[in-house]
């Protein structure tokens, strides 16, 4: 069911079994769309797209999510940020929109009055967001209410709440790029990418976060901190993810059985489960779907 406020052009709302949406915009104050949606079942996959002179931000509350910006891959994990540059081409790379909630803002800043800024001053905050060392990463959950608050503001519109969101939202991105420094001095992009290596040329085998972690001389509690800040993932569900990609390549031409056996799953219902929560889909359908010219 969609239904309309009270100027269709401004804000809509989808509501089903399947999902909620709210979006608005609210061009006057620079702000292209802002944003929330709750998936209770995977959603189609967002095709690659840019955003003309405008900035995203999204905020994962809840779920995980790929998503590619030039090519390149990042997984978004509940709790962090991405965010998207004037002109990047971004998508979610073929994967479906997964089960979760998340916010978003798309701001333009070369519009006049952004926020109610002068042009000088949305210029400065437009380069505090160019000068963010990440484009994912965690943030506090005080920070997140800004966008949270900030939406329920603009849908009960007035010229005060307009106020107090934009004022809310330059706190909200000020915020978020004190914390993308703090991520930044805790990252260790060597030991990451020896773990990386090391994962990829053993994805038949049984790999262990111990194993990671003498591989780069870091204490469990220690490693695990390192790689989730780094990556922006665990390191067990990153070693899932890749699994699971080579499992789409293999099931072109091998059953479900053997890929699951292949890629040292305890059960081809174990391997199921995972490839589903990643995918969005079961292995056998992702073959009926993808894999047409397989004959087992």
Same mark, same amino acid.
């Given at each position: 069911?969609?239904?309309?406020?009270?100027?269709?052009?401004?804000?809509?709302?989808?509501?089903?079994?399947?999902?909620?949406?709210?979006?608005?915009?609210?061009?006057?104050?620079?702000?292209?769309?802002?944003?929330?949606?709750?998936?209770?079942?995977?959603?189609?996959?967002?095709?690659?797209?840019?955003?003309?002179?405008?900035?995203?931000?999204?905020?994962?509350?809840?779920?995980?999510?790929?998503?590619?910006?030039?090519?390149?891959?990042?997984?978004?994990?509940?709790?962090?940020?991405?965010?998207? !540059?004037?002109?990047?081409?971004?998508?979610?790379?073929?994967?479906?929109?997964?089960?979760?909630?998340?916010?978003?803002?798309? !701001?333009?800043?070369?519009?006049?009055?952004?926020?109610?800024?002068?042009?000088?001053n949305a210029e400065i905050l437009l380069s505090i967001i160019k000068s963010m060392p990440r484009r994912n990463f965690d943030i506090d959950k005080s920070v997140?209410? !800004?966008?949270?608050?900030?939406?329920?503001? !603009?849908?009960?519109?007035?010229?005060?709440?307009?106020?107090?969101?934009?004022?809310?939202?330059?706190?909200?991105?000020?915020?978020?790029?004190?914390?993308?420094?703090?991520?930044?001095?805790?990252?260790?992009?060597?030991?990451?990418?020896?773990?990386?290596?090391?994962?990829?040329?053993?994805?038949?085998?049984?790999?262990?976060?111990?194993?990671?972690?003498?591989?780069?001389?870091?204490?469990?509690?220690?490693?695990?901190?390192?790689?989730?800040?780094?990556?922006?993932?665990?390191?067990?569900?990153?070693?899932?993810?890749?699994?699971?990609?080579?499992?789409?390549?293999?099931?072109?031409?091998?059953?479900?059985?053997?890929?699951?056996?292949?890629?040292?799953?305890?059960?081809?219902?174990?391997?199921?489960?995972?490839?589903?929560?990643?995918?969005?889909?079961?292995?056998?359908?992702?073959r009926t779907d993808y894999c047409t010219d397989n004959k087992i």
């Open positions: 069911m969609d239904y309309f406020g009270q100027d269709a052009e401004k804000i809509k709302i989808t509501s089903d079994k399947d999902r909620y949406r709210i979006m608005l915009s609210v061009e006057e104050i620079g702000i292209v769309c802002i944003g929330k949606y709750i998936n209770y079942f995977p959603d189609h996959a967002l095709s690659e797209h840019s955003h003309e002179g405008a900035v995203e931000i999204c905020y994962l509350e809840k779920g995980s999510q790929i998503y590619s910006v030039n090519n390149e891959e990042y997984i978004l994990n509940g709790g962090e940020v991405f965010i998207t !540059l004037p002109h990047e081409l971004h998508s979610t790379t073929g994967y479906e929109q997964s089960r979760g909630s998340l916010y978003w803002i798309i !701001l333009e800043f070369e519009k006049i009055n952004c926020l109610y800024l002068n042009d000088e997140a209410d !800004l966008l949270k608050e900030s939406l329920q503001l !603009l849908i009960n519109d007035s010229n005060v709440n307009k106020l107090i969101a934009s004022a809310n939202l330059i706190k909200f991105i000020y915020e978020i790029a004190k914390q993308s420094v703090k991520v930044n001095e805790n990252i260790n992009l060597e030991a990451v990418e020896k773990c990386e290596d090391y994962i990829q040329n053993n994805l038949d085998k049984k790999i262990t976060i111990e194993n990671l972690a003498e591989l780069t001389n870091y204490s469990v509690p220690h490693f695990k901190t390192m790689f989730k800040k780094t990556t922006g993932i665990t390191p067990h569900e990153y070693i899932l993810r890749k699994k699971i990609e080579i499992a789409q390549f293999l099931l072109k031409e091998k059953s479900v059985t053997d890929v699951s056996y292949i890629l040292g799953f305890s059960s081809s219902q174990h391997f199921s489960k995972v490839f589903r929560q990643i995918t969005g889909v079961t292995p056998s359908k992702y």
